[in-house]
């Protein structure tokens, strides 16, 4: 009963919290909402840091329509109205039905994250629990402030720092109308945010779950969305890459060696797919890389298919085959005379995983002119991705890569086969070029050219609406 009422009031504070995130972008978080108990137990504040969690944005397939590694296909209206502007880069005059980007959900997180911090062991020395929460909400927070700074800024890069960004959101104090900080101003509050994370955070890794079968399998099992030491180790060697500090990504990659995770072999044929919260290579299962409803919508490109090369098993089991030539993403799709049946896809959550730790190593190598260390990570990979026949080609092919470019070209085209549709090539494609992309749409092709200003999206209309110093 007690558990009972602690969520109860949990949950009434964050629906007054919820209440205030449409206008949340002029002032933080009404500390002592009229009628609202204060969280002041553990178990109250670890009910509220859940619902920021369960509230946490679902945008990466949204971000998967604007990438060279999709065909949409909107067989339905409603379908075309929300989703189509995605496709074809349409940001500044989108459908009246366009569904928008999360951007409050993201400031529900750190104004959440923010009064927790200001309450947990307010009156005195945090119990360990309690100690373990607010490492998670300093996580979170910097994580939250991560994915805006990298959906809604220019690309991190030497003559970007100094642009407007994103508003930080740090505090609880009341009527402030935030303002944008620039892009260093943002990474520097994340990474500030890690440390004090990593002086908090008591957890090594969440177990795996027990509860199985039910649409919210994830959020109840076990706590794998949870932060935890090993998740702050895989958020820190992204950081680093991002801001291209390449000795950084090397520094989080030896110590996540040392950790349990395993690469799943793919020529198991029992495996767990990588991106399942369950799999061996799941370090955080926080984000839900797919969605029920683009399942339909979403097939993979061309190119992504002919990227594979003979042997590779990723193309045989990251997509399913319907009719030849005709290939949709897998997510446990059951096949029933050339049609697929879509089932629930809560269970393929996965912020950081081993396979996306080892490409950012072996980008960090090359990026350091060790090419011989690079290319034995990519070959590691490969003998849990290719089949033991044609694993010598693909050995050899990458042994006979030539230079740094040559590498680092190879290593993009292997994060676009190994992270398909996980919602992370939109921002591999940002810091890495920005290469032109088509997309054809009912017979008219629409074309993002390089470097294009719609690399990085606007603010939804109405957080401006709510705030005009954005």
Known sequence: MARNTAFHRAGLLCLALLLLVPTSCKKFLDITPTGMVIPSATEEYRALLTTAYSQWPQDLPKLIMRTDEVECVFAQAIDRDAYADYYIWQDQSRNAS?????????????????????????????????????????????????????????????????????????????????????????????????????????????????????????????????????????????????????????????????????????????????CHYCSTENILALDQVFQSEFVPILRPSKLLLASYPEGDLRKSRYFVEITPGDYRINRGQKIDHGQATYPTVDAYCCSFRLADALLLAAEADAQL??????KALLIQLAKCRVKPGA????????????????????????????????????????????????????????????????????????????????
């Not at 349990?260 to 990588?274: E, F, M, T």
């Not at 002119?369 to 690079?374: F, K, M, N, P, Q």
């Open 98 to 274: 366009a569904v928008y980007t999360d951007w409050q959900k993201y400031y529900f997180a750190i104004y959440t994250a923010n009064y927790l911090i200001s309450y947990v062991g307010a009156t005195g020395t945090p119990s360990l629990d309690d100690r373990q929460i607010l490492g998670e909400c300093y996580a979170l927070r910097a994580y939250a402030h991560f994915a805006l700074a990298n959906i809604y800024a220019p690309a991190y890069s030497s003559t970007t720092l100094n642009e407007p960004a994103v508003p930080i959101a740090s505090t609880t104090e009341m009527g402030v109308y935030l303002t944008k900080s620039t892009l260093k101003e943002v990474y520097d509050q994340v990474k500030a945010d890690l440390a004090l994370a990593k002086e908090y955070m008591l957890v090594d890794a969440w177990a795996p779950g027990r509860n199985t079968g039910a649409s919210s399998e994830v959020k109840n099992s076990e706590y794998m969305y949870r932060f935890s030491k090993d998740a702050l180790l895989a958020f820190e060697q992204r950081v680093a890459a991002y801001t291209q500090d390449w000795e950084g990504v090397l520094r989080c990659w030896q110590q996540l060696q040392a950790r349990p995770y395993k690469l799943v072999n793919l020529n198991d044929a029992s495996a767990q797919l990588p």
């Open 369 to 374: 002119d060790r090419l011989s260390e690079a």
């Open 391 to 470: 694993l010598a080609a693909v050995t050899d092919a990458i042994n006979a890569l030539p230079d740094r470019p040559a590498v680092l070209a190879y290593l993009l085209q292997e994060r676009l086969r190994e992270l398909p549709m996980e919602g992370w090539r939109w921002f591999d494609l940002r810091r890495c070029g920005q290469p032109s992309i088509v997309h054809t749409l009912e017979g008219t092709d629409y074309t993002l050219a390089q470097g294009d200003s719609r690399y990085t999206l606007p603010i939804p209309p109405e957080a401006k609406a709510a705030n005009s110093n954005l």
